[in-house]
Antibody, heavy 118, light 106 residues
Framework: QITLKESGPTLVKPTQTLTLTCTFS??????????VGWIRQPPGKALEWLAL???????RYSPSLKSRLTITKDTSKNQVVLTMTNMDPVDTATYYC??????????WGQGTLVTVSS | DIQMTQSPSTLSASVGDRVTITCRAS??????LAWYQQKPGKVPKLLIY??????SGVPSRFSGSGSGTHGTEFTLTISSLQPDDFATYYC?????FGPGTKVDIK
């Protein structure tokens, strides 16, 4: 059974750095062609792709957010961590992690709502 | 960057209707396209991958096609709309999601 779960703060202040952890089970991030990505969704708005990390540690970022994002993995712990610097109220959203294979996100975490407010 | 557009943005339909949603890419993307269904307050669910492959457990009334003459136009079709299908549908190509199409009750 494949599961993913996001964890991290629910409230951050403007200018702070957000750190989110995705803990997964049922698959390995050392398997060829597998990746884990982060996607966010502001309330009432569309999905937005943020970042992706592949089994070989190749990393890809949203061009518009690249300067603020860092994605890393700990294969031994089955975890992927996303950091986003300089948080702003417009970054308020539900943040999802998901497994990426066959050019699609086939398993998703439940999502975690992050609110940016002073 | 490749931009994704969807049409229509909202679609009103009745149970039993055949529904088609279109997704267009700003440049050729071969068959690297996925479709997701999202209900309010729920996690997106993969429906179609590689433009026309049905994800595991997805009813056969859902189908995908594309990539058009230039690899830029794709469609999601629901052959007979069911009450459980009223939701928002997103297309996705690698690092870009479409803006979504909301299917609501006519």
């Amino acid at each position: 059974q494949i599961t993913l779960k996001e964890s991290g703060p629910t409230l951050v202040k403007p200018t702070q750095t957000l750190t989110l952890t995705c803990t997964f089970s049922g698959f390995s991030l050392s398997t060829i062609t597998v990746a884990v990505g982060w996607i966010r969704q502001p309330p009432g708005k569309a999905l937005e792709w943020l970042a992706l990390i592949y089994w070989d540690d190749d990393k890809r970022y949203s061009p518009s957010l690249k300067s603020r994002l860092t994605i890393t993995k700990d294969t031994s712990k089955n975890q992927v961590v996303l950091t986003m610097t300089n948080m702003d109220p417009v970054d308020t959203a539900t943040y999802y992690c998901a497994r990426y294979t066959s050019d699609s996100f086939d398993y998703w975490g439940q999502g975690t709502l992050v609110t940016v407010s002073s | 960057d490749i931009q994704m557009t969807q049409s229509p943005s909202t679609l009103s339909a009745s149970v039993g209707d055949r529904v088609t949603i279109t997704c267009r890419a700003s440049q050729s993307i071969s068959d690297w396209l996925a479709w997701y269904q999202q209900k309010p307050g729920k996690v997106p669910k993969l429906l179609i991958y590689k433009a026309s492959s049905l994800a595991s457990g997805v009813p056969s009334r859902f189908s995908g096609s594309g990539s058009g003459t230039h690899g830029t136009e794709f469609t999601l079709t629901i052959s007979s709309l069911q009450p459980d299908d009223f939701a928002t549908y997103y297309c996705q190509q690698y690092n870009s999601f479409g803006p979504g199409t909301k299917v609501d009750i006519k």
